[in-house]
């Protein structure tokens, strides 16, 4: 006897290394039983379900058995036992509903599928076209985001190369970008620039920054005050050298205009910005005479919502 049971998902993700192998990939029309308070069993539509106390139909719905997480991606766990061939998915990823792909505008500036709320958004990086998902920010503002650390290599390793290129008649002998997103920047950048030295701005104060240099900033996606913060240890590598400033996306121009200023505090030379994306306008006010400096790959709006719900795009 079950205390709880879920039955007729949509897909009950097993999460299994080797589907393949094993045959516990997704489960459609599965069912999951749970008797104090842990998972007692996993089944299909062609097994015998336990008597519970309490049945949940959950039809449409896809169930993730045991997931504990504080922070987790659920795309990528709910694609991760599945094939990366979009005519072999399982059914319930391609039925109606599912986020639909952007196409490219006469302009080249890529084009959004406002079809539902979660469609995505065409961007041109470089020589590239990547589908960036629709994130609400505020109940006003939605925008097209960009996770450096989900791309892949061969796509942040091509951004670079293509961003080096811009970058490189500024003749940069470092390249400095801010953590998190910017590291893979950063790297692919240095790389394809000949360099063998790259400087992370930090926001997390670890043990050997107790008496790091900080600057204030506030992120449009972290939406909480946060610090930059510069490895004293590190001050020789960009004190009066040509610095290259690279991020992912500049939207609000907050987070460079704060890496400037920390910089230049000890003696940097920017002479270059440069990002993937510059999303909408409105950074370029707010970095002032700095905005002459920045070189992108691509340029995304932000999105508003119209009056009769849907999204519209945002340049200014």
Known sequence: MADLLLHSAAAVVTMDDDPAATGQGPIAGGW??????????????????????????LTGHVVLPGL????????????????????????????????????TDDSGEGAAEMADERATYRAT???????????????????????????????IRQAGADLAALLAPSRPEVVVSAATLGIPVAIEVSRALGLDDYVILQKTPKAHLADALTEPLQ??????????????????????????????????????AASLRL???????????????????????????DAALVTAL???????????????????
């Open 68 to 103: 504990v997480s504080a922070h987790q991606h659920s795309m990528d766990y709910l694609l991760r036992a599945c094939t990366t061939q979009p005519a072999d998915f399982p059914g319930w990823l391609a039925a109606p509903g599912q986020p639909r792909l952007g196409g």
């Open 263 to 289: 910089l230049r505090a000890v003696g940097a030379d920017v002479v270059t910005i440069g990002a993937l994306l510059v999303e909408g306008s409105g950074w370029g006010p707010a970095l002032g005479d």
């Open 219 to 256: 992120s449009i996606t972290t939406g909480v005050p946060q610090r930059l913060l510069l490895d004293r240890a590190r001050v020789p590598a960009v004190a009066g050298r040509r610095v290259a400033l690279v991020d992912d996306v500049i939207a609000t121009g907050g987070s460079i």
């Open 32 to 57: 999951v039983a749970v008797r104090d308070g842990r998972i007692a069993a996993v089944g299909g539509p062609g097994d015998p379900r336990p008597d519970a106390d309490e049945a949940v139909d």
């Open 125 to 155: 990086v470089g020589s590239q076209e990547i589908d960036l998902p629709l994130t609400p920010i505020s109940d006003d503002l939605t925008v097209a985001l960009l996770m450096t650390i989900d791309v892949g290599l061969t796509f």
């Open 298 to 316: 691509g340029r995304i709006p932000v999105f508003r919502p119209t009056s009769g719900g849907a999204l519209a795009e945002h340049w200014d």
